[in-house]
Nanobody
Framework: QVQVVESGGGLVQAGGSLRLSCAASGSIFSINVAGWYRQAPGEQRELVAR???????NYADSVKGRFTISRDNAKNTVYLQMNSLKPEDTAVYYC???????????????WGQGTQVTVSS
Protein backbone atom coordinates (compact mmCIF):
# COMPACT_ATOMS: atom_id res chain seq x y z
CA GLN A 1 0.00 0.00 0.00
CA VAL A 2 2.64 2.51 1.07
CA GLN A 3 6.34 2.46 0.36
CA VAL A 4 8.81 4.60 2.26
CA VAL A 5 12.27 4.99 0.81
CA GLU A 6 15.13 6.89 2.42
CA SER A 7 18.16 8.15 0.55
CA GLY A 8 21.07 10.50 0.99
CA GLY A 9 23.13 8.70 3.59
CA GLY A 10 26.84 8.19 3.27
CA LEU A 11 30.27 8.84 4.72
CA VAL A 12 31.21 12.38 5.67
CA GLN A 13 33.91 14.01 7.75
CA ALA A 14 33.11 15.69 11.02
CA GLY A 15 31.81 19.19 10.42
CA GLY A 16 30.32 18.23 7.08
CA SER A 17 26.73 18.08 5.90
CA LEU A 18 24.29 15.58 4.46
CA ARG A 19 20.71 15.84 3.32
CA LEU A 20 18.47 12.84 3.79
CA SER A 21 15.29 12.36 1.79
CA CYS A 22 12.27 10.22 2.60
CA ALA A 23 9.84 9.59 -0.23
CA ALA A 24 6.47 8.03 0.55
CA SER A 25 4.35 6.60 -2.24
CA GLY A 26 1.13 4.64 -2.59
CA SER A 27 -2.46 5.30 -1.66
CA ILE A 28 -1.67 8.29 0.53
CA PHE A 29 -4.28 10.94 1.14
CA SER A 30 -2.08 12.98 3.46
CA ILE A 31 0.93 12.67 5.73
CA ASN A 32 -0.02 13.72 9.24
CA VAL A 33 3.29 13.24 10.99
CA ALA A 34 6.74 12.46 9.66
CA GLY A 35 9.78 11.72 11.74
CA TRP A 36 13.42 10.83 11.43
CA TYR A 37 14.82 8.35 13.89
CA ARG A 38 18.28 6.88 14.26
CA GLN A 39 19.79 3.79 15.76
CA ALA A 40 23.45 3.36 16.53
CA PRO A 41 24.96 -0.10 17.11
CA GLY A 42 23.96 -1.44 20.51
CA GLU A 43 21.62 1.48 21.12
CA GLN A 44 17.88 1.93 21.05
CA ARG A 45 16.22 3.74 18.21
CA GLU A 46 15.71 7.40 19.10
CA LEU A 47 13.72 10.27 17.68
CA VAL A 48 15.85 12.84 15.89
CA ALA A 49 13.26 15.21 14.46
CA ARG A 50 9.58 15.30 13.71
CA UNK A 51 7.24 17.49 11.68
CA UNK A 52 3.47 17.51 11.82
CA UNK A 53 0.95 18.49 9.17
CA UNK A 54 0.70 22.08 10.36
CA UNK A 55 4.43 22.52 10.03
CA UNK A 56 5.39 22.40 13.69
CA UNK A 57 8.67 20.68 14.39
CA ASN A 58 10.55 19.27 17.33
CA TYR A 59 14.08 18.02 17.67
CA ALA A 60 16.21 15.93 19.96
CA ASP A 61 18.37 18.17 22.14
CA SER A 62 21.50 16.63 20.63
CA VAL A 63 20.69 17.93 17.14
CA LYS A 64 19.00 21.27 17.84
CA GLY A 65 20.59 24.03 15.84
CA ARG A 66 22.34 21.58 13.52
CA PHE A 67 19.54 19.56 11.88
CA THR A 68 16.47 20.84 10.08
CA ILE A 69 13.44 18.77 9.10
CA SER A 70 11.20 19.92 6.26
CA ARG A 71 8.57 18.50 3.97
CA ASP A 72 7.22 18.85 0.45
CA ASN A 73 3.55 17.93 0.66
CA ALA A 74 3.11 17.84 -3.10
CA LYS A 75 5.82 15.19 -3.38
CA ASN A 76 5.03 13.36 -0.11
CA THR A 77 8.68 13.78 0.71
CA VAL A 78 10.39 14.67 3.96
CA TYR A 79 13.94 15.95 4.27
CA LEU A 80 16.52 16.11 7.01
CA GLN A 81 19.28 18.62 6.49
CA MET A 82 22.18 17.72 8.75
CA ASN A 83 24.94 20.26 9.29
CA SER A 84 27.98 20.33 11.55
CA LEU A 85 27.92 16.56 11.76
CA LYS A 86 29.70 14.84 14.60
CA PRO A 87 31.01 11.29 14.94
CA GLU A 88 28.26 10.62 17.49
CA ASP A 89 25.69 11.24 14.75
CA THR A 90 26.80 7.97 13.15
CA ALA A 91 23.81 5.66 12.93
CA VAL A 92 21.23 4.15 10.64
CA TYR A 93 18.60 6.80 10.02
CA TYR A 94 15.00 5.71 9.58
CA CYS A 95 12.01 7.61 8.32
CA UNK A 96 8.56 7.08 9.77
CA UNK A 97 5.35 8.49 8.35
CA UNK A 98 1.87 8.47 9.82
CA UNK A 99 -0.57 8.79 6.97
CA UNK A 100 -4.21 8.84 6.06
CA UNK A 101 -4.93 6.44 3.24
CA UNK A 102 -7.35 7.01 0.40
CA UNK A 103 -10.58 5.16 1.10
CA UNK A 104 -9.61 3.99 4.57
CA UNK A 105 -10.26 5.37 8.00
CA UNK A 106 -7.65 5.98 10.62
CA UNK A 107 -3.96 6.80 10.70
CA UNK A 108 -1.38 4.30 9.52
CA UNK A 109 2.33 4.15 10.36
CA UNK A 110 5.06 3.06 7.97
CA TRP A 111 8.83 2.78 8.25
CA GLY A 112 11.53 2.95 5.67
CA GLN A 113 14.43 0.52 5.44
CA GLY A 114 16.98 2.98 6.79
CA THR A 115 20.02 4.72 5.41
CA GLN A 116 23.50 4.61 6.94
CA VAL A 117 25.17 7.83 8.03
CA THR A 118 28.80 7.58 9.06
CA VAL A 119 30.71 10.58 10.35
CA SER A 120 34.46 10.21 10.58
CA SER A 121 36.58 12.18 13.02
Amino acid sequence: QVQVVESGGGLVQAGGSLRLSCAASGSIFSINVAGWYRQAPGEQRELVARIISGGSTNYADSVKGRFTISRDNAKNTVYLQMNSLKPEDTAVYYCNVEVMLRGRLGSWSYWGQGTQVTVSS
